[in-house]
């Protein structure tokens, strides 16, 4: 790994930022969290959760016996909506805004923390009378808008785990988690809006149905006002069941290790995992962090995670995060250069924005457009920055800071994982001197560190594995219906420590440099897919025999997906044609960001004589570098054939 050319590039960072004496001064986190955390880690992360309200007080902080199953703030129980919700509006602070919701097209609506408990009851009680219990599955496929909150919450509510389906995702896909996850009771709309227009959710889902024979309801948002059809034994709208329920609904506590939600990730595997949370923990981890990583100061603050609630950013810092803490938020539904490019920044402007968390895609989508159409608006409630979702290049850190922060808002970029729930790795805004590109120090309460081969810290500045020493309350618990699988991937490379699957390094300052996957998981603006999902996403269609997928370098989405296909022999050489084919076949089968970039036609795939795919060459090609050592493939002049055939199209 000492060769990665990343590795040399980021020595040679010397730039820093310390954080303004202002805002250090009056930062929630100094430095003496550290020094608390080390002193008496457990003790800590008592502490910290005291941050939630326990119905029953817990016994035991971590109970660690049966490792890699950990269980947190064990005795305990509690309610997450409760949590999120219902103290807030006891402590008199019903007035509070909890979201600034903005529809793509403008359209708005204010709800408050008092109209967050009515609806997230309502919807409560309508789950209840559709015969939805504590323990039963709930998949939610919807567009970025307010039910989405409600019927998330309303899940907690009655201790029965969500599995978000990101609404990008094809109807297969769903199928694919639903059963996976033994779901029954589905909730979506009609449609959201994107890119202007109205585009299809129930539509997808009912076609996902077809293969769901044991879903016995779908609730259905009506957000476009879209045609639908209609199936009147399975399908019932939101507003005429849920509008009518009591707006009280008594929310009942549940044990701290009680799952609170199920987000299926990529792994390496064509098959996606489905990652468990439960609630205590997850509610530390994910409370801690908003207030630590972001500073949050709820009667003050305009709280804004530009990302969608369908991944874990935005289950943790739109939805949970933020209402354990009272703050309040921006819930936008649309796309960033809908209808102009200067969308977020209106927004900003609009709700006094002060802390804006994304990933670094999308900042280098406003590098691209340019400066100008920020410098528009005004930015000047902005007092910090967040990054997350992939290594945030230094010339985008710097922009960000510059023209989005102007100079003034500390950066804070953020390394976690679905995962892990909340963040692990990052700057504490008033008290770390930042450096851009790197995610700088673990927070207090968490070990982390990076490890060679044979599990030895490496020496400052060469690269190796990132792990996690010991546990923390925000991590998953297990993988969903796989224990093994939970055991192989995360705790098999080195005992009893965690592996996440990213390279990394550590400076001679201390600080953490994460430089991206080490495994066959591809990260594309943010989004992450396995190579051997997309693979066999190909291979399903008739006309491919063997296909193999690498992520390429992309200056805009971080990687692209290149995809080397070896077509049967029955199928004709249709060239443009059957690339296209391919593509709309990626798309469907499990959705458009799954797309890849180019597809090529090859008449063979670079293999080991144990017949394992040399993605590595494969990268090379796609990167137009010269490829590397062909010494092991079984037929070294596979590889001439590819590279012809690469100069030809
Ligand atoms: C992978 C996790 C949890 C946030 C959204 C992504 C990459 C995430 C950073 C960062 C470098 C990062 C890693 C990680 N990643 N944040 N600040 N710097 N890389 O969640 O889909 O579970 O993906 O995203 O490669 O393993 P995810």
Request: aromatic share 10%; glycine share 8%.
């Amino acid at each position: 790994m000492t060769n990665n050319p990343t590795i040399q590039e980021l020595s040679h960072e010397d730039r820093s930022f310390p954080p303004p004496a202002d805002f250090a001064a009056a930062a929630n986190a100094q430095a003496v969290e550290y020094e608390k955390a080390a002193a008496d880690r457990i003790g800590y992360w008592e502490e910290q959760a005291q941050r939630i309200s326990w119905e029953t007080p817990f016994d035991t902080v971590l109970d660690w016996s049966d490792r890699p199953f950990a269980k947190w703030f064990v005795g305990g129980r509690l309610n997450a909506a409760y949590n999120c919700v219902d103290r807030h509006v006891e402590n008199g602070l019903g007035d509070r805004v909890a979201y600034y919701f903005e529809g793509e097209s403008g359209d708005t609506r204010t709800i408050t923390y008092s109209d967050l408990l009515r609806e997230v009851s309502k919807a409560a009680n309508a789950l209840t009378e559709l015969g939805v219990k504590t323990g039963d599955r709930v998949a939610i496929y919807m567009p970025m808008i307010p039910e989405t909150v409600f019927a998330m919450l309303a899940c907690a509510r009655l201790g029965a785990p969500h599995t978000v389906i990101f609404g990008g995702f094809s109807a297969s896909a769903i199928a694919d988690r639903v059963k996976d996850c033994g779901v029954e009771f589905v909730i979506t709309a009609d449609g959201g809006y994107r890119k202007g227009k109205p585009s299809a959710l129930k539509s997808v889902v009912d076609e996902a149905m077809e293969d769901c024979p044991e879903v016995r309801n779908v609730l259905v948002v009506r957000r476009t006002g879209q045609d639908v059809d209609w199936n009147d034994d399975r399908d019932l709208w939101w507003h005429e069941v849920v509008d009518r329920q009591p707006e009280i609904h008594t929310p009942e506590a549940f044990d701290s290790e009680h799952p609170l939600y199920i987000m299926y990730s990529s792994g390496t595997t064509g098959k996606p995992k489905g990652i468990m949370h439960t609630t205590g923990g997850y509610l530390v981890g994910t409370s801690f962090t908003h207030w630590a990583v972001f500073d949050i100061k709820p009667d003050k603050d305009v709280f804004w995670t530009a990302a969608d609630i369908g991944w874990v950013t935005g289950h943790s810092y739109i939805v949970y995060g933020p209402l354990a803490n009272g703050a309040t938020s921006v819930l936008y539904e649309g796309t960033p250069d809908t209808p102009h490019r200067g969308r977020w920044w209106e927004i900003v402007q609009k709700y006094k924005v002060s802390i804006l968390y994304c990933a670094p895609t999308a900042i280098r989508s406003f590098m691209k457009w340019g400066r100008d159409i920020p410098a528009q608006y005004d930015l000047s409630s902005l007092r910090l920055l967040g990054s997350v979702g992939e290594p945030i290049n230094p010339e985008a850190w710097m922009w960000y800071r510059e023209h989005i922060g102007g100079n003034r808002c500390p950066v804070v970029d953020t390394w976690w994982q679905t995962e892990n729930g909340s963040i692990l790795i990052s700057p504490l805004p008033g008290v770390t001197e930042t450096k851009p590109g790197s995610a700088m120090r673990p927070l207090p309460g968490i070990v982390a560190d990076v490890f060679d081969d044979e599990g030895n810290s490496v020496e400052p500045g060469n690269g190796g594995y990132l792990v996690v020493k010991e546990p923390w309350p925000s991590m998953l618990r297990t993988l969903w219906g796989d224990e093994e699988r939970f055991k192989k991937t995360y705790w098999s490379q080195y005992p009893e420590v965690y592996f996440a699957g990213d390279g990394a390094k550590i400076d001679r300052d201390g600080d953490f440099w994460v430089l991206g996957r080490v495994d066959d998981v591809l990260n594309v603006s943010g989004h992450r897919m396995s190579t051997a999902e997309i693979e066999s996403a190909l291979v399903a269609h008739p006309k491919v025999a063997e296909a193999a997928v690498v992520g390429a370098k992309d200056e805009m989405t971080g990687q692209a997906i290149e995809a080397f296909v070896i077509l049967r022999e029955s199928a004709d050489d249709g060239g443009d044609d059957v690339v296209n084919d391919l593509r709309s076949h990626v798309r469907s089968s499990i959705g458009p960001i799954a797309t890849p970039r180019s597809i090529m036609i090859v008449p063979d795939l670079p293999k080991t004589r144990s017949g394992k795919i040399m993605r590595r060459l494969l990268k090379d090609v796609a990167e137009n570098r010269e490829v590397g050592d062909v010494t092991t493939l079984a037929d070294s002049s596979v590889m001439d054939l590819i590279q012809k055939g690469m100069k030809e199209s």
